[in-house]
C-alpha cells in the first residue's frame, strides 16, 4: 500500500518536472499553428526580407525588415551602453568596493531590476525623451536612442547579477598566484580574474542581450513606433515586440494581419530561444 | 611617456568607479521623482474610488483591486506546479538527457519575452480554451511566465538542505516522500517563499502579458468572478501615459508610485524573509 502510494507521488511529481517540457512545446505549437498560416497567402521571402511593413494598406504589405532592423538597432544602442556599464559595475562590486559600498550598489541593482518595464518606459517619455530631444535638436525625443538608453538601464541588473557571479567564484588561488607573482591588483583582474570567468561574462551578455530583443513596453513607449528603415539612431523606429504589443487589439481574429502578428512572435520565440541556449551553453560549460 | 603600473591601477579603478556611480545615479532619481511627483496625489479617496470621467479624475481602485486578484490566481497555479517540478528536479531526476531537457526548457522559458507570452495565453487560454478575456487567462499566463523564477529558486532551497537531514530520516525508514515532505520541504520553506515572492512581484508589474488576456480598458467596477475582465495597475498606467490625453501628471505619477510601491513592497518582505533564513541558519 505504501509502496503503492510512493509510487503514484513520484509519477505525479514526474508530470510536473515534464510540465516546462511541455510549455515550451505549447508556446511554439500555438505561435506556430497561427504563424505559419500565413504563408500560404504571403511568400516567406516577403515576410522576412519585405522593406514595408504596412498591414492596413491595400493590399496590405508584410515585410518585417523595418521592425526586425528597429529591434537590431535598439538592441545594439542598448548592448554598447550596458555591456561596458555592467561590467565595470560588477568587477567594482565584485573585487574593489568596499563592503559597504559593495552592499549600497547591490541594493541599487536590485532595486533597478525589480522596477516594471511600464513605469521605467513612463519615467522615460517624462524625463529621458525631453532630454534627447533638445540635446541633438530633434524634432521629438521618441528615437531609437531613447529606446536603447532605457532599455541598457534594464539589461544592467541581468549583466551585472551574473557576471558578478561569475567574477566571485574565480578561485581564489588565481588572484592570489598572480598577486604573489607581484602583479597589482589591477593588472590581476584584468589578466587573470576576467579571463577566468569568461564564459559566465558571455552568458551574462547573452542573457542581457535577450532580455532587451524581448522588451516591450518600454521599448513601445519610447521609440515612437515609426515602422520605417531605421536610418540613424536619432530617429523614431518601431520593434517587433512594439508591433505585436501595439496592433494585436486592432486585428480582427483570423485575419492575415492577424496571423503576420503570430509569426512575428514566432520570429521573436525562435530569436530567444537561440540566444538563450548559447547563454545557457555558456554557462553550462563554466560548471565543468 | 610610459604610465606605472601603479598609476594605471587607480585610472582603471577610478573609471570602474565612475561607472558604477552611472549605474546608480539613475535608480536614485527614478525613486526622487516618483516619490516627490506621486506622493502628493495618493490619498485615501484615490485609492479607495472608482475613476471618473474617462479616466482623468477619481481613483484607482480597480486596478489594484484587479492586481491583487491577478497575482492571486498566479501563485494559485505557479507555487504547487513550480515547487513540484523543482523537488522532481532536486530530489528524484538522474542526471540524464531528459533531465538536462528539463533544464533548457527551463531556461528557454525565462527568456521567452514577455510579449509572446501574451500572444500565447491568448491563443491557448483566450481562444482555443474558449476562457475567453478573463482574470483565470491572464492569471494562467502570469503563472506560467513566472514558473522558471520559481523553480530556480525553490531548487536552490532545496538544494540547501543538508544530505545528512535526509539519511537520518531515511534511516529511521522513513519513505521517500514523507521524508520530503516532513524534513526537506520544512527546511526549505523560507526560500522557497522568497523565490515565490519575487516572482509575484514580477507577475503584478508586467504588462505585455496582460494586453490580450485580461486587462480592460476602462471598467470602473470590481469584476464578479474569475471568467470577467480586469483592470489591472501597469496597463492601466500605460492606458494613461499613452492613450488618454490631457490626464493630471499628478494621477500619472500617483498610478506609477502605487505599482512601485506594491512591487517594492513584495520585495522587502522577500529581502527580509531571507535575512531571517540566514540568521536562523543551524546548520
Same mark, same amino acid.
Given at each position: 500500500m505504501r509502496k503503492f502510494r510512493e509510487a503514484i507521488i513520484e509519477k505525479t511529481i514526474l508530470l510536473n518536472g515534464f510540465a516546462c517540457i511541455l510549455f515550451v512545446i505549447l508556446i511554439f505549437v500555438f505561435l506556430a499553428k497561427d504563424g505559419l498560416t500565413l504563408f500560404r497567402t504571403i511568400a516567406v521571402q516577403d515576410f522576412l526580407f519585405g522593406r514595408i511593413w504596412s498591414p492596413l494598406a491595400e493590399p496590405p504589405q508584410f515585410g518585417i525588415l523595418p521592425l526586425f532592423l528597429g529591434s537590431l538597432v535598439?538592441?545594439?544602442?542598448?548592448?554598447?551602453?550596458?555591456?561596458? +556599464?555592467?561590467?565595470?559595475?560588477?568587477?567594482?562590486?565584485?573585487?574593489?568596493?568596499?563592503?559597504?559600498?559593495?552592499?549600497?550598489?547591490?541594493?541599487?541593482?536590485? +532595486? /533597478?531590476?525589480?522596477?516594471?518595464?511600464?513605469?521605467?518606459?513612463?519615467?522615460?517619455?517624462?524625463? /529621458?525623451?525631453?532630454?534627447?530631444?533638445?540635446?541633438?535638436?530633434?524634432?521629438?525625443?521618441?528615437?531609437?536612442?531613447?529606446?536603447?538608453?532605457?532599455?541598457?538601464?534594464?539589461?544592467?541588473?541581468?549583466?551585472?547579477?551574473?557576471?558578478?557571479?561569475?567574477?566571485?567564484?574565480?578561485?581564489?588561488?588565481?588572484?592570489?598566484?598572480? /598577486?604573489?607573482?607581484?602583479?597589482?591588483?589591477?593588472?590581476?583582474?584584468?589578466?587573470?580574474?576576467?579571463?577566468?570567468?569568461?564564459?559566465?561574462?558571455?552568458?551574462?551578455?547573452? /542573457?542581457?542581450?535577450?532580455?532587451?530583443?524581448?522588451?516591450?513596453?518600454?521599448?513601445?513607449? +519610447?521609440?515612437?513606433?515609426?515602422?520605417?528603415?531605421?536610418?540613424?539612431?536619432?530617429?523614431?523606429v518601431r520593434t517587433m515586440t512594439a508591433t505585436i504589443a501595439a496592433e494585436m487589439g486592432e486585428t480582427v481574429r483570423g485575419s492575415e494581419h492577424y496571423f503576420a502578428l503570430f509569426a512575428l512572435g514566432l520570429v521573436l520565440f525562435v530569436i530567444t530561444f537561440a540566444i538563450n541556449l548559447v547563454a545557457d551553453g555558456a554557462l553550462h560549460r563554466k560548471q565543468k | 611617456m610610459k604610465i606605472s603600473v601603479h598609476a594605471q591601477q587607480k585610472i582603471a579603478f577610478t573609471l570602474l568607479g565612475i561607472a558604477s556611480t552611472?549605474?546608480?545615479?539613475?535608480?536614485?532619481?527614478?525613486?526622487?521623482?516618483?516619490?516627490?511627483?506621486?506622493?502628493?496625489?495618493?490619498?485615501?479617496?484615490?485609492l479607495t474610488t472608482m475613476p471618473r470621467m474617462g479616466m482623468r479624475a477619481g481613483g484607482i481602485f480597480p486596478a489594484i483591486m484587479g492586481t491583487l486578484y491577478l497575482v492571486a490566481g498566479t501563485i494559485i497555479v505557479a507555487l504547487p506546479l513550480g515547487v513540484l517540478a523543482a523537488i522532481y528536479l532536486v530530489e528524484y531526476a538522474s542526471k540524464n538527457f531528459l533531465t538536462r531537457m528539463i533544464e533548457v526548457a527551463i531556461v528557454n522559458l525565462a527568456g521567452v519575452p514577455s510579449v509572446v507570452y501574451g500572444l500565447f495565453g491568448m491563443g491557448l487560454f483566450v481562444i482555443y480554451l474558449k476562457l475567453g478575456v478573463s482574470i483565470i487567462a491572464g492569471a494562467l499566463t502570469l503563472a506560467i511566465m513566472i514558473l522558471p523564477v520559481i523553480i530556480t529558486s525553490a531548487k536552490e532551497a532545496l538544494q540547501t538542505v543538508p544530505r545528512s537531514f535526509r539519511e537520518a530520516s531515511l534511516a529511521l525508514g522513513v519513505s521517500k516522500w514523507e521524508t520530503i515532505r516532513c524534513v526537506v520541504l520544512p527546511n526549505a520553506l523560507p526560500g522557497i517563499l522568497t523565490g515565490t515572492i519575487l516572482g509575484i512581484s514580477r507577475a503584478a508589474g508586467e504588462t505585455a502579458p496582460i494586453l490580450f488576456t485580461v486587462a480592460a480598458f476602462y471598467l470602473p467596477r470590481l469584476p464578479k468572478s474569475i471568467f470577467d475582465q480586469c483592470m489591472a495597475l501597469p496597463y492601466h498606467l500605460y492606458v494613461l501615459s499613452t492613450q488618454v490625453p490631457n490626464v493630471k501628471p499628478a494621477l500619472q505619477y500617483g498610478t506609477a508610485l502605487v505599482l512601485v510601491g506594491m512591487v517594492f513592497l513584495l520585495n522587502l518582505v522577500a529581502i527580509l524573509v531571507r535575512a531571517h533564513i540566514r540568521s536562523r541558519k543551524q546548520w
Open positions: 535598439v538592441t545594439l544602442g542598448a548592448t554598447v551602453i550596458s555591456v561596458p +556599464l555592467g561590467m565595470a559595475c560588477a568587477i567594482f562590486i565584485g573585487e574593489i568596493a568596499p563592503r559597504w559600498m559593495r552592499e549600497t550598489l547591490k541594493a541599487g541593482v536590485e +532595486l /533597478l531590476a525589480a522596477i516594471p518595464s511600464i513605469v521605467i518606459g513612463f519615467i522615460g517619455m517624462t524625463m /529621458l525623451s525631453p532630454i534627447v530631444k533638445s540635446l541633438f535638436h530633434l524634432p521629438t525625443g521618441l528615437t531609437a536612442l531613447s529606446g536603447s538608453i532605457a532599455l541598457a538601464f534594464m539589461a544592467i541588473p541581468t549583466i551585472v547579477s551574473i557576471m558578478e557571479d561569475a567574477i566571485t567564484s574565480v578561485p581564489r588561488t588565481y588572484k592570489e598566484g598572480s /598577486l604573489a607573482l607581484g602583479a597589482t591588483h589591477w593588472q590581476t583582474i584584468f589578466r587573470v580574474i576576467v579571463p577566468a570567468a569568461s564564459s559566465g561574462i558571455v552568458a551574462a551578455i547573452m /542573457l542581457g542581450i535577450g532580455r532587451v530583443i524581448g522588451e516591450t513596453m518600454a521599448v513601445m513607449m +519610447l521609440t515612437g513606433n515609426a515602422s520605417v528603415m531605421p536610418h540613424t539612431i536619432l530617429a523614431p | 552611472i549605474v546608480i545615479v539613475p535608480v536614485i532619481v527614478i525613486f526622487a521623482v516618483l516619490i516627490q511627483k506621486g506622493f502628493p496625489a495618493i490619498n485615501w479617496q484615490f
